[in-house]
């Protein structure tokens, strides 16, 4: 394989932070290299200069191979808010199109529909200003993977997006001809997409050709070897130290070179590595009380204007509960978040309607998207006081002083994090936690939760996080509906898809017949199907796969560039339109058979 990328000599510091020194690597044509470190220590600084946006300390050589297309995505999308989805990227995509023929400039403009009607976005005419932050994030990796680049750079091409669009992009590299370099902290989406693994460790960087858990093994034996050969060290270390206390007449002037690294040997005895990890010990619960009653919820339904985000829902929590919500974006669920635990008022806006009845014992741990309220002037150590919990949670002494505004994002949420889970709640609340967060920071606050002593509602598109924690989902659906299903995530895509699956097989079937519902999937029947509901579900059954077919259709059209610019609008708008409305009949399909 040709060589893409050669590194040779770079460094990075900020002030007297060194992120890396005189690091080198390699990438070839076709890796898909995760790159993995602690938030703030110089992932994205080391990607910027890759991209050309910054410059290594040290000079050093950055070698691309020559006449390869390079395209870089990064955390923040800079838009012009009054343009347009579709003009946005046209004019965002300068340096694809400025040279194209118009034949080839045609078949740019039909890619780029064709990738925002994959990512659901249906109208191109939307202006940018009224888009959600996944909505964004879809337009930034539209306009980059319209390009078709040989080599993408990308800095968390997941966050913000819901599962759909996750899957979509993950199926989208994994079979492109692309090489990658990306950091991502989505492990799924790591062990799918890519096939090394490169660590960026105390400003060295370190290369595991495997997944994840391939990485996390050759890291501990890197360790492991390390501190191995520190303990040897040790041991000459002492025999020196013998020599250096001797009688002056044992050390004459011949020595000197031997004084000498006695002091380096014994800079490198004192070297033990030990592995950074989030030591939740000291915020464990301390015998919290949770009473019987947690949160009853009866026929409770919210309304914003003229859109319903929650209709007529009711269940009473449990101790110890641990539910996980998911759905599309803009799909209710922060708001039902606001509405359960007791947070939203009428000057919030809205109208809610039913009754939220929380239990006396009941001691909220609230983590928000958007709730961090630093005063950025404000020292780390001024936040949370306590220096030994500090440090156990990946802020070394160097940083205690340091102003929480010169803190990375991932850092503050990290910092943001300890100071909820400091108050010792009963009921937890995690409003997409794992945005902004590091891996090594992820694996140990999954290990805190699984021992968490209290009920916990998490909102996450992180499929990994939800199938470790949570005993059964609510899926947002639409229209204020909310699904309770049994299992965890992956049990649940599984389902969809089987559902899928047998409802396009039976409709070449001559007798279709409904699709077997898994195990987990069903609910112990409460009452028959009311003779409406038999004929609604046998149409259900029938109309599923003209749909499905319908569906199927429209997407070869799209993707056989044929259509014209009014047909391609039509379809794709038809596309969206579609996809809700099996969305709508699978759901309501599952909500019969469960009866």
Same mark, same amino acid.
């Given at each position: 394989?040709?060589?893409?990328?050669?590194?040779?000599?770079?460094?990075?510091?900020?002030?007297?932070?060194?992120?890396?020194?005189?690091?080198?690597?390699?990438?070839?044509?076709?890796?898909?290299?995760?790159?993995? *470190?602690?938030?703030?220590?110089?992932?994205?600084?080391?990607?910027?200069?890759?991209?050309?946006?910054? +410059?290594?300390? %040290?000079?050093?050589?950055?070698?691309?191979?020559?006449?390869?297309?390079?395209?870089?995505?990064?955390?923040?999308?800079?838009?012009?808010?009054?343009?347009?989805?579709?003009?946005?990227?046209?004019?965002? %995509?300068?340096?694809?199109? !400025?040279?194209?023929?118009?034949?080839?400039?045609?078949?740019?403009? $039909?890619?780029?529909?064709?990738?925002?009607?994959?990512?659901?976005?249906?109208? &191109?005419?939307?202006?940018? +200003?009224?888009?959600?932050?996944?909505?964004?994030?879809?337009?930034?990796? =539209?306009?980059?993977?319209?390009?078709?680049?040989?080599?993408?750079?990308?800095?968390?091409?997941?966050?913000?997006?819901?599962?759909?669009?996750?899957?979509?992009?993950?199926?989208?590299?994994?079979?492109?001809?692309?090489?990658?370099?990306?950091?991502?902290?989505?492990?799924?989406?790591?062990?799918?997409?890519?096939?090394?693994?490169?660590?960026?460790?105390?400003?060295?960087?370190?290369?595991?050709?495997?997944?994840?858990?391939?990485?996390?093994? +050759? $890291?501990?034996?890197?360790?492991?070897?390390?501190?191995?050969?520190?303990?040897?060290?040790?041991?000459?270390?002492?025999?020196?130290?013998?020599?250096?206390?001797?009688?002056?007449?044992?050390?004459?002037?011949?020595? +000197?070179?031997?004084?000498?690294?006695? &002091?380096?040997?014994?800079?490198?005895?004192?070297?033990?590595?030990?592995?950074?990890?989030?030591?939740?010990?000291?915020?464990?619960?301390?015998? #919290?009380?949770?009473?019987?009653?947690?949160?009853?919820?009866?026929?409770?339904?919210?309304?914003?204007?003229?859109?319903?985000?929650?209709?007529?829902?009711?269940?009473?929590?449990?101790?110890?509960?641990?539910?996980?919500?998911?759905?599309?974006?803009? *799909? @209710?669920?922060?708001?039902?978040?606001?509405? /359960?635990?007791?947070?939203?008022?009428?000057?919030? @806006?809205?109208?809610?309607?039913?009754?939220?009845?929380?239990?006396?014992?009941?001691?909220?741990?609230?983590?928000?998207?958007?709730?961090?309220?630093?005063?950025?002037?404000? #020292?780390?150590?001024?936040?949370?006081?306590?220096?030994?919990?500090?440090?156990?949670?990946?802020?070394?002494?160097?940083?205690?002083?340091?102003?929480?505004?010169?803190?990375?994002?991932?850092? $503050? $949420?990290?910092?943001?994090?300890?100071?909820?889970?400091?108050?010792?709640?009963?009921?937890?609340?995690?409003?997409?936690?794992?945005?902004?967060?590091?891996?090594?920071?992820?694996?140990?606050?999954?290990?805190?939760?699984?021992?968490?002593?209290?009920?916990?509602?998490?909102?996450?598109?992180?499929?990994?996080?939800?199938?470790?924690? /949570?005993?059964?989902?609510?899926?947002?659906?639409?229209?204020?509906?909310?699904?309770?299903?049994?299992?965890?995530?992956?049990?649940?895509? #599984?389902?969809?898809?089987?559902?899928?699956? !047998?409802?396009?097989?039976?409709?070449?079937?001559?007798?279709?017949?409904?699709?077997?519902?898994? *195990?987990?999937?069903?609910?112990?029947?409460?009452?028959?199907?009311?003779?409406?509901?038999?004929?609604?579900?046998?149409?259900?059954?029938?109309?599923?796969?003209?749909?499905? *077919?319908?569906?199927?259709?429209?997407?070869?059209?799209?993707?056989?560039?044929?259509?014209?610019?009014?047909?391609?609008? =039509?379809?794709?708008?038809?596309?969206?339109?579609?996809?809700?409305?099996?969305?709508?009949?699978?759901?309501?399909?599952?909500?019969?058979?469960?009866?």
């Amino acid at each position: 394989m040709a060589s893409y990328l050669q590194i040779e000599n770079i460094s990075k510091s900020y002030g007297p932070k060194v992120l890396f020194e005189h690091i080198d690597f390699n990438v070839n044509e076709g890796d898909k290299v995760a790159l993995i *470190a602690p938030n703030g220590t110089g992932k994205t600084s080391l990607l910027r200069i890759l991209a050309g946006k910054d +410059k290594s300390d %040290s000079g050093g050589k950055i070698l691309f191979l020559k006449d390869i297309r390079i395209a870089f995505l990064e955390q923040e999308y800079a838009f012009d808010p009054e343009k347009s989805i579709f003009r946005q990227i046209m004019d965002g %995509s300068v340096e694809w199109t !400025e040279h194209l023929d118009p034949e080839h400039l045609w078949e740019y403009e $039909r890619r780029v529909q064709r990738l925002l009607t994959q990512f659901s976005l249906t109208d &191109w005419d939307k202006p940018m +200003k009224d888009l959600s932050g996944g909505e964004v994030k879809r337009v930034a990796l =539209t306009q980059m993977l319209a390009s078709e680049a040989d080599f993408y750079i990308m800095d968390e091409p997941t966050n913000h997006l819901d599962v759909d669009a996750i899957e979509f992009l993950e199926q989208h590299l994994k079979h492109a001809r692309s090489t990658l370099f990306m950091v991502t902290h989505d492990r799924y989406f790591l062990d799918r997409v890519c096939n090394i693994v490169m660590e960026l460790d105390r400003g060295q960087v370190y290369v595991y050709r495997g997944d994840y858990m391939n990485f996390l093994e +050759k $890291r501990q034996e890197r360790i492991d070897n390390y501190n191995a050969e520190t303990d040897k060290v040790r041991n000459v270390l002492r025999r020196e130290l013998e020599w250096m206390h001797a009688t002056p007449c044992a050390r004459s002037g011949k020595a +000197k070179y031997r004084k000498q690294a006695f &002091w380096e040997l014994k800079e490198r005895a004192e070297d033990t590595y030990v592995s950074k990890q989030v030591d939740m010990s000291e915020i464990q619960q301390k015998g #919290t009380y949770l009473g019987n009653k947690v949160v009853n919820c009866k026929d409770v339904s919210f309304w914003w204007e003229d859109k319903c985000y929650l209709s007529h829902f009711s269940y009473n929590f449990q101790r110890y509960e641990r539910v996980g919500i998911v759905g599309r974006n803009a *799909a @209710g669920k922060t708001t039902f978040l606001d509405l /359960v635990t007791g947070k939203w008022n009428p000057s919030m @806006g809205g109208q809610m309607t039913g009754v939220v009845d929380l239990g006396d014992s009941l001691k909220v741990g609230y983590y928000r998207q958007t709730g961090m309220q630093f005063d950025p002037n404000q #020292t780390v150590m001024d936040t949370v006081p306590s220096t030994h919990l500090l440090e156990r949670f990946l802020f070394p002494h160097d940083m205690w002083m340091n102003p929480v505004g010169r803190l990375s994002g991932g850092e $503050r $949420r990290r910092l943001y994090l300890l100071t909820i889970l400091l108050q010792q709640p009963n009921f937890l609340i995690l409003d997409e936690p794992t945005n902004d967060l590091d891996i090594v920071t992820l694996d140990i606050l999954e290990e805190y939760l699984l021992e968490f002593k209290g009920s916990m509602i998490i909102v996450s598109h992180d499929r990994h996080f939800l199938d470790r924690l /949570v005993d059964h989902l609510f899926v947002f659906c639409g229209d204020g509906v909310v699904k309770d299903f049994i299992g965890n995530y992956t049990e649940y895509r #599984t389902f969809i898809k089987d559902y899928e699956a !047998e409802q396009k097989a039976a409709q070449k079937a001559v007798a279709p017949t409904a699709p077997k519902e898994p *195990a987990r999937a069903k609910t112990p029947a409460k009452r028959k199907l009311t003779w409406k509901e038999q004929q609604e579900l046998k149409a259900l059954d029938e109309e599923l796969p003209r749909l499905e *077919a319908e569906k199927a259709d429209l997407e070869a059209k799209l993707s056989s560039g044929t259509l014209s610019p009014a047909e391609l609008q =039509t379809a794709s708008t038809r596309y969206g339109d579609l996809q809700a409305l099996i969305d709508e009949k699978e759901l309501r399909w599952l909500e019969l058979s469960e009866i």
